[in-house]
């Protein structure tokens, strides 16, 4: 794949230079993060939140973005504070779930990840907003809720996996095999794991991971349901072919804002593939 270029890392290091570093202002609370020097400062201003973080003992501080605790699972739209939305019990986490995300209480610092990884949780991917989704043993989650930094730690359900056709099959009753894609938890432990599942539940496995996110199956939309069920899957829908879809990989990564901010034409003139990962 080909590297930026000076003037794009140039465009990039400038965007980040402008959040300019300001003195906290009075009241709200001012939390420690264990085992960094890092604090953060939470307050209201007009009326909203807003917060900062400091890393030299409170001399200096740097706004970030005002936190927003809505959490966005296609349908299911919820600050999990308030607990989960109402859910059918059968697409419910069972107790000995081992997928949750956890929310934080302002824009994510790298401290937040480490204090994580420290506790013992996989951190597998950032969800919007201020939230990972990690792996790890729901002994964990009464002590992370408890930190200070932390807005709710709650479970990834298997609603949240399935995307709305499946749960408009299972809630008709259908029994009708369909080919799926299943997207991993993560690509570099879990695909044999998910392949060997498929199987033992009696589906169809039509394509193996071979290094990338997704495994392929046929299932009825029971066998689907039990698959979310896994530790091991983040999603599943409906198998698509492949498509060239470079427009959202720019709306996901945040190039079309950026350009709108700097008037940076990012990849003009570059030529590179993007891929899921190595592959065999």
Known sequence: MSRPTLPLLASVLLLGATVAAQVAPKGGDIIQVPGSDAQVHIWKQDGALASAVSRDGGKTWFRQYAPHYELSFRDFKFDPAQGDPALAPNLMASNDNRLFYVQFKTDIIPEYRDALVRMGAEVLYYFPYESYIV??????????????????????????????????????????????????????????????????????????????????????????????????????????????????????????????????????????????????
């Open 135 to 280: 792996r790890m043993d729901r002994s964990k989650v009464s002590e992370i809720r408890s930190l200070d930094y932390v807005h709710a730690v709650a479970d990834m359900h298997p609603a949240y996996k399935l995307e709305k056709g499946i749960l408009a099959d299972l809630a008709a009753g259908s029994t009708t095999a369909v080919t799926y894609d299943i997207m991993l938890a993560n690509k570099l432990t879990d695909a044999k794991a998910v392949e060997a599942k498929v199987q033992a539940i009696g589906a169809e496995l039509i394509g193996k991971a071979n290094g990338g996110i997704l495994v392929t199956a046929k299932m009825t939309p029971q066998q689907a349901r039990q698959m979310a069920s896994e530790d091991t899957v983040l999603w599943i829908e409906e198998y698509g072919p492949p498509s060239l879809d470079d427009d959202n990989l720019r709306i996901q990564c945040g190039i079309n804002t950026v350009e709108g901010l700097r008037g940076t034409e990012f990849g003009k003139g570059m030529t590179g593939d993007i891929v899921e990962g190595v592959y065999p």
